[in-house]
């Protein structure tokens, strides 16, 4: 069975840089949180949804991120999203970044946990794990 992967194209705008027309690191995890909330749009996921008054959502519990190679503003990065494995309650994704010549820019490690409102964690229904795990 092939891998599923999400992709998205990335253009590195003005905002996103430093005075030297450089990402400045911070904004790659901005980046990565959009990435994330895109693909659970695309994936009917919860990232974040009020529903009767209780919220419910993915928001993330850890990362870690290598940064590899500087990005410009202007340059269009080539984004993928893979699952690595889904927990009771957890996502693993990896997260990778290239520049226009194909080399790799940066790569983050990111687990997200369903929560809801009261339990503050919630077991991850049947439907969603087997669509989170369709892309291991």
Known sequence: MAERVHRAAILVRFAQCDAAGIVFYPRYLEMFNNLVE????????????????????????????DFMAPSFMGEELAAALFVRDVGTSSIGLEIVFQGPDGAGRVRGRVVLVLMDAVSMRAPMPDDMRARIASYI
Request: net charge negative.
């Open 38 to 65: 895109d693909w659970c749009r695309q994936e009917n996921l919860p990232f974040f949804e009020m529903k009767a008054g209780a919220g419910r959502g993915l928001p993330t519990v850890h990362l870690e991120v």
